[in-house]
């Protein structure tokens, strides 16, 4: 029988808004107007500050790179911290990512460069899957590894039990969120309310659980599960309730993603070998490992349109599409000219209005 799950301390990859450093976030956003691409108020643990910027020479001159890096986040790493080190490595202008993984979380952290932040939000809307470990018997006020008992049982379900219970958490369900999470009550994290000893209480909220399956149970304590779920999941909330239906209690003990949207495990890079090829290159970025900017538009409707009516929305002006084989068309679209992405829009029938223009690096 194989050996659980590596038991890090582990708190949820749960999303929060999108990470964008180059001073601002509005490049992650569909609209201009909009700002960042939005996905629910996710439970990463608050971040130290920076300190001050240690002497290491000049600064590296930056560059416009455009594209995705399919990261595997390591254990012990912030998102903010994996994109600084993705964006320091292309030292590339602009960087961000699409959904908070936990530092004590591991896997698929996407990270998008240059004109790819404007795709954002639609890898955010993307589907996730989960690889996780709950343990049984402790109920923690965290729901995860770091937090403190609150409960505990003698109870270890068996496969039979376990399997009985999950079709109550696949579809749509109500889900009570974290105490220790980061949504806002009054103005205010719960989290840092929680921390203060105030008692948290947090409405449940729709979310879509699209399948649920136990995996392995390595031993008495442990089982493991993989989930795939929509945008707003809190997998410790997951772990939590499973553990009370089964009156075994339980809170998750290890956490890895291993989907976002298309993005797969087998694509990722982990980081040593980002910064091992980089060394290898002489401190040249890793090209080879950049993907291109409309891999996460495979959800949107695709548009082909000529050299004219691009040029036209790159000036900011909407074209009507014409003819009788003309598509009509709703909602969000990913235009293209001559095989390369120029904008996203948005289709009113016949009629396409730019939202995002794309600028491809010289």
């Keep these: 029988m194989s050996a659980p799950m590596t038991e890090a301390p582990v708190t949820d990859a749960d999303l929060t808004d999108a990470g964008v450093a180059d001073g601002g976030m509005a490049d992650a956003g569909m609209n201009d107007a909009g700002g960042a691409g939005a996905t629910h108020d996710g439970g990463e643990r608050p971040r ?9 020479g000049p600064r590296r001159p930056k560059r416009d790179v455009d594209g995705w890096v399919l990261l595997d986040k390591p254990v012990g790493m912030t998102s903010t911290q994996a994109v600084g080190a993705v964006k320091w490595l292309f030292s590339a202008k602009k ?13 698929c952290l996407p990270i998008a460069l240059g004109e790819a932040t404007k795709t954002v939000p639609f890898v955010m809307d993307g589907r996730k899957v989960y690889r996780f470990t709950v343990r049984w018997g402790v109920q923690t006020d965290t729901d995860d590894s770091e937090g403190q008992p609150v409960e505990t049982s003698d109870i270890r379900p ?14 749509e369900i109500e889900q009570v969120p974290p105490a220790y999470s980061a949504l806002k009550i009054n103005g205010e994290r719960a989290y840092d309310l929680a921390r203060e000893g105030v008692q948290v209480e947090l409405a449940a909220r729709p979310i879509v659980i699209h399948s649920l399956e136990l995996i392995e ?12 779920c929509g945008k707003g999941t809190y997998v410790r909330s997951l772990a939590r309730d499973m553990g009370r239906m ?66 036209r929305l790159g000036r900011g ?30 289709a009113e029938g016949a009629e396409i209005f730019p939202k995002r223009i794309f600028h491809p690096a010289k």
């Design 48 to 56: 130290e500050g920076r300190g001050p910027r240690k002497d290491r």
């Design 95 to 107: 960087a961000g990512h699409a959904g908070t993984l936990d530092p004590l979380a591991s896997g």
């Design 158 to 171: 068996d496969k039979a039990a376990i399997e009985a219970i999950l079709d109550s958490f696949r579809g």
């Design 217 to 228: 149970q390595p031993d008495a304590d442990h089982a493991v599960f993989e989930a795939e």
């Design 246 to 311: 089964l009156g075994a209690r339980g809170h998750i003990s290890a956490l890895r993603r291993t989907r976002v949207g298309t993005f797969a495990e087998e694509e990722l890079v982990p980081l040593d070998t980002l910064r091992a090829r980089h060394e290898e290159l002489g401190g040249v970025a890793p090209i080879e490992s950049l993907r291109p900017v409309d891999i996460g538009l495979d959800s949107l409707p695709a548009l082909k349109v000529s050299p004219a009516d691009a040029a």
């Design 317 to 346: 002006q909407s074209i009507i599409l014409r003819g009788r084989d003309a598509p009509i068309l709703e909602g969000p679209v990913a235009i293209t000219a001559g095989g390369r992405l120029v904008a996203l829009g948005e």
